[in-house]
């Protein structure tokens, strides 16, 4: 005899409608992907708009708009609250849209609400990485850059003023700076084609000079031989003594030393500023990013509730 008062078997699903009503998918693709399109595009409005305020709010005159660290500050928190706002959107749409699972636990429906929750964040950030591609590689890559720039500077920062170093030993006093009259006749020609031959003595002297100066330590004193042999070079231009001259180079390389070990400092340490810059930017992306995460699954839970109300 058959017990027609007996519950049905769980696993029929022809004697259980409520069963055989939740056997179909646990995942619905169709509110994850609404939910991920709502959050990536709330996250390009607040980004358009954070921009704007951004470049409202500095100015290139001094004293005049925020500082870069004010303004930095800023940029952080501002994303951060676009990675809230835009998650809790998009985890919130994605539970409240999905489809209504019949006969299944409690527990469950609270992980699964979770997990459309985390799909849409994932989509929506997969969206938004597609979209901000070069942005977020130039936060990323931002310190190597750095540092490959200022590597590649260093030469040219080092060049124009040891250029300057160079042309200052060769400068006449100016008891002996007057002006040449010209010559007339066949002498005109003469004047200008010895003019020519001592421009280019001069200027085949100072280059000497400048490979004999970027050829030294920026830490050593110059040698004797050179001493001696550039100060020959600058009492024959310049009409000063040997030892006028000598003292006049040695007093200059120290101060192109000087100068040239400034600006080499100075290149480092912003090239370090930059680096630490890209580093927090990267950390600070990575903890608003895993915040959002936590959101939007914590906002699907609370549509998927309000969806089985």
Known sequence: LVDDTAPPFAGSAAVNPLAM???????????????????????LILLILGVGLGLSSVSPWARDGVSAGTLGVSSILWLTVTQLLASAMG????????????????????????????????????????????????????????????????????????AYFVDSIFR????????????????????????????????????????????????????????????????QRTGLTQVEAERRVSATYERAQVKLNDAEAAAKAAADKARKAAAYSALWLFVSLLVGAFVASLSATFGGRLRDA
């Open 91 to 162: 985890g919130f749409l994605a539970g409240r849209l999905r489809t209504r699972w019949q006969g299944t636990h409690a527990d469950e429906v609270y992980f699964r609400d979770t997990a459309h929750g985390f799909l849409a964040w994932a989509v929506s950030g997969l969206a938004t990485a597609a979209l901000l591609a070069s942005v977020i590689t130039s936060i990323l890559s931002g310190g190597v850059q750095a540092g490959a720039a200022v590597a590649a500077r260093l030469p040219e920062a080092a060049a124009a003023p040891m």
């Open 172 to 235: 006449r006093p100016a008891a002996a700076v007057g002006v040449t009259p010209v010559a007339e006749g066949g002498d005109q020609e003469k004047a200008r084609e010895t003019a020519r031959d001592t421009a280019r003595d001069i200027g085949r002297d100072t280059a000497e000079v400048a490979r004999i100066f970027a050829n030294l330590s920026r830490t050593e004193a110059l040698p004797t031989e050179d001493l001696r042999y550039v100060g020959q070079l600058v009492a």
């Open 21 to 43: 009503a939740g056997m179909g998918s646990a995942v619905s693709w169709g509110a994850i992907v609404a939910g991920a399109a709502a959050a990536a595009a709330l996250s």
